[in-house]
């Protein structure tokens, strides 16, 4: 599976911004979907996780409320709507597709990995 995630770019505080991830495998429907972030020097972060079916979806603290995951199995791709952003939300963020049909918080729980799309918010 290819993840080719895109989207990114530099907003203003209080912006918004829509991440996409295309996977190249049809069989994208049967993977938990995770997007996660990682600054320079810091460990990869997960942010925002959904089920293979969308019906669930999991958040870390600090962007609920104001980023929304999602997906479209019938176009083997994920978003994260990202609303009020922050200068702290300011990363390289991954889209990444799970060895099961659920989300974790856990890279290690993740086996293929987009390659990364820039989001800067400046203050």
Do not use: H
Request: charged share 15%; net charge positive.
């Amino acid at each position: 599976v290819q993840l080719q995630a895109s989207g990114g770019g530099l907003v203003q505080t209080g912006g918004s911004l829509r991440l996409s991830c295309a996977a190249s495998r049809r069989t994208f429907s049967n993977n938990g979907m995770g997007w996660f972030r990682q600054t320079p020097g810091k460990e990869r972060e997960f942010v925002a996780g959904i089920t293979r079916t969308g019906g669930s979806t999991n958040y870390i603290d600090s962007v609920k409320g104001r980023f929304t995951i999602s997906r479209d199995n019938a176009k083997n791709s994920v978003y994260l709507q990202m609303n009020s952003l922050k200068p702290e939300d300011t990363a390289v963020y991954f889209c990444a597709a799970a060895r099961g049909s659920w989300y974790s918080v856990d890279v290690g729980d993740y086996n293929y990995w987009g390659q990364g799309t820039q989001v800067t918010v400046s203050s």
